[in-house]
């Protein structure tokens, strides 16, 4: 059985080419608790490609302030605006690199994953993971921040730290594939 994790530090981010949140969880013994959250405001840079280098370089000081172990960071979600996927897909991947020149691993998830595993419904508003995670991590309203971009860096962080100390059951099944391959004698008895 997987034993929880006892003490490890998540950085999580929302990539974003005008507002990227960012949120530091910190795992003891098993229990999370929020070191940081707050935002990189790139609204009043108008080249591109300066956003990029702005990116990498304030993620990298994040990353020197508080020394993640790993970083889960939100997919882009595939929108109908090509030009909107292609810009959000070059921040994340920016912030990836920023991570990766440190030897930190990184764990994708998608906003849907990430929703589910804050609210068990895939389809929450951003106030809705917002405000479960206010009351999961016991966050005053005022420490919140005036962007929900933070509070979806700190859920992708929140997901990664469910996913780490989930333990794994001895009889668990992967889906009824998994179930079948384990109980064949079953499945034949329904079949007679």
């Not at 108008?46 to 790993?70: G, H, N, S």
């Not at 292609?86 to 990766?100: H, N, S, W």
């Not at 991590?137 to 929900?148: I, P, S, V």
Request: net charge positive.
């Amino acid at each position: 059985m997987r034993q929880p994790v006892k003490e490890k530090i998540i950085l999580g981010i929302d990539p974003g080419t005008n507002i990227m949140g960012y949120g530091v969880l910190k795992v003891k013994d098993g229990k999370p608790e929020v070191m940081t959250l707050g935002v990189i405001d790139l609204r009043k840079l108008t080249d591109p490609y300066l956003k990029l280098r702005e990116i990498f370089e304030r993620v990298q000081r994040v990353i020197a302030a508080f020394l993640p172990d790993e970083l889960a960071i939100e997919a882009p979600f595939f929108g109908k605006n090509v030009q909107s996927m292609l810009k959000l897909g070059r921040a994340q991947g920016v912030a990836i690199v920023a991570a990766l020149c440190r030897d930190i691993p990184v764990h994708e998830y998608a906003p849907m994953k990430i929703k589910m595993a804050i609210t068990g419904n895939g389809q929450a508003s951003k106030e809705q993971v917002a405000d479960m995670l206010r009351r999961m991590l016991h966050l005053r309203q005022e420490d919140m921040g005036d962007f929900l971009d933070a509070t979806d860096a700190l859920g992708a962080a929140y997901c990664h730290y469910l996913q780490l100390g989930r333990p794994e059951l001895p009889n668990a099944y992967r889906g009824w594939k998994d179930y079948i391959a384990k109980h064949p004698e079953k499945v034949n008895s329904h079949l007679k």
